[in-house]
């Protein structure tokens, strides 16, 4: 007998047939009306028992959190509520939940009681939607870029190159941490370890990207990445899911052009994909806004704040004109921002690029930063003090994207490199491939949890992944 998803049910509504349905139950009213999810959609489906002819000791063991398999005709609906309904005729409990200690019962649940039930939570309407939209968002971003002839391509997740410089990494080894070998120096000896040198958890898949950029145009990972930052935010996970294009012959216009497209597109198909979904995650966010005082809620319902993201133009802002918008805003003259902006140079603040992105009213592209405050891989403009690097701050989240243009000029990159106080002996890899056939090229990336967070409307990122990382936190 052919199990149907409550999906298919609810939109073919093949009436008169007779169907089985297997789930969890939600609800059983009235020893009469179980509600049943399966999770391939928010919706339940109602499935009436007629009492009388079903033993009462099954009908006990029809409790919250129970799975069921069902069986019976689908019929229209005699109540308000559904359209359609399951007259019962026969049910099989696959697995009972005990009610007594079941800790989702039908009713609100914080998000940090949730987080402390992982294993469970998945079966909350919230985080069904937010599961179901994090899925349709990764389909989107392989179909968008596979449909522009980009290659997918896997970047190794331990790493050798302790150069990426984006952040604290994780270290690799297995050494015995009781009688750890030491060099005559007293540092540890790695030629002892497993690599036979250093290795770490990957914290970009960038640098080898490029690498495969110069050979077949047009690439693009998606893979996990891990950071060993202590910041205990709401926008960090000591692990999370990067997307990194990595162009060929493009410059950091084309860089912003590709992003803002990007972009567009995979929030257009969450709207177009995840109708119920997006609908139940923005009346959850309502809800939780109300107990929020005014000027922290959001100037609209989610729906239309991602509708206005993809119909409307980015705006793009240099650095510098930033700074000047930064040092002459009330917030600064008033002595209202944490860190107050008084000279070129400094590294912004999520409280200045939010005060941006308040000012534009729309997302805003930053492009052309000190030189100083960027990484050493991306590309010097003539000026000589900044870079062809760009962020992408998107309302309520701050940065989504970081990218650049890379620096292409074997000459150059090898000078900043020294600049950095990178040894250039770790990086001959990388800078070769300026001494063979070099080009302009250009990527970014792309937290795909932030990502989620905006499209859902999450104010935690511990909320979006299944199961977070964070410091203090490995659970699961
Ligand atoms: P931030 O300033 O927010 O820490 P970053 O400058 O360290 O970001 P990049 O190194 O440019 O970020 O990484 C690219 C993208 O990866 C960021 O734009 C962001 O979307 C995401 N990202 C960076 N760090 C984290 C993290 N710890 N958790 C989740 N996403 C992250
Ligand atoms: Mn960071």
């Known amino acids: 007998m052919e199990t149907n998803s409550i999906k298919e049910i609810l939109n073919k509504k093949p009436i008169g047939s007779t169907i089985t349905v297997k789930g969890w139950v939600r609800t059983f009213r009235s020893n009469r009306f179980i509600a049943i999810n399966d999770g391939s959609t928010l919706k339940n489906i109602q499935a009436v028992v007629d009492f009388e002819n079903f033993d009462a000791d099954l009908l006990k063991r029809i409790t919250t959190g129970a799975c069921l398999s069902i069986k019976g005709d689908l019929v229209n609906s005699q109540g308000k509520g559904q359209e359609i309904e399951i007259l019962v005729s026969e049910i099989e409990i ?52 596979h449909n522009k002839d980009f290659f997918y391509l896997n970047t190794p997740i331990i790493t050798g190159s302790d150069a990426e410089g984006a952040g604290e990494m994780f270290n690799v080894s297995v050494l015995d941490k009781k009688n750890i070998p030491l060099t005559d120096e007293g540092e540890v000896d790695y030629s002892q370890d497993f690599f036979g040198k250093e290795a770490n958890l990957t914290v970009s898949g960038q640098l080898e990207a490029e690498l495969a950029a110069l050979a077949l145009s047009k690439v693009y990972t998606f893979g996990p990445t891990f950071r060993a930052e202590n910041s205990n935010t709401t926008r960090h ?53 109300k107990s929020k005082p005014l000027n922290e809620r959001s100037d609209m ?54 005060f941006l992105v308040k000012h534009f009213n729309a ?9 100083h405050i960027k990484a050493f891989y991306m590309r010097l403009n003539e000026d000589g003090k900044t870079v062809r690097a760009m962020d992408i701050l998107f309302p309520g989240i701050g940065e989504i994207i970081g990218g650049s243009q890379r620096e292409e000029r074997y000459d150059i990159l090898e000078q900043r490199i020294e600049e950095f106080g990178i040894e250039k002996e770790s990086l001959m890899w990388y800078l070769e491939t300026r001494k063979f056939g070099t080009c302009t090229h250009s990527g970014f990336g792309l937290g795909f949890e932030r990502l989620v967070q905006f499209v859902t409307g999450m104010g935690n990122i511990r909320d979006v992944i299944p199961f977070p990382r964070t410091p203090g936190n490995a659970e699961f």
């Open 363 to 371: 997302p805003v592209i930053l492009f052309d930063y000190p030189a």
């Open 94 to 145: 696959i697995g009972d939940s005990n009610p007594e200690e079941y800790p989702l019962q039908p009713k609100k649940h914080s998000l940090e009681f949730l987080r402390e039930i992982a294993h469970l939570r998945p079966r909350t309407n919230t985080f069904g939607a937010i599961l179901r939209v994090r899925h349709n968002l990764a389909f989107a971003i392989h179909q968008y870029f």
């Open 237 to 289: 996970l000591a692990e999370f899911w990067m997307i990194e294009p990595e162009v060929a012959f493009n410059d950091l216009d084309d860089n912003m052009d590709l992003a803002e497209d990007f972009l567009k597109y995979v929030i257009r198909f969450a709207l177009e994909n995840c109708v119920d979904d997006l609908e139940f995650l923005e009346k959850r966010l309502l809800d939780e806004e």
């Open 301 to 354: 319902p989610l729906t239309e704040k991602l509708r206005f993201v993809s119909e409307n133009n980015f705006r793009r802002v240099s650095y510098t004109e930033a700074i000047d918008i930064l040092r002459n805003s009330k917030p600064n003259k008033k002595k209202k921002f944490q860190y107050l902006i008084e000279d070129w140079g400094v590294d912004l603040q999520s409280e200045h690029e939010k």
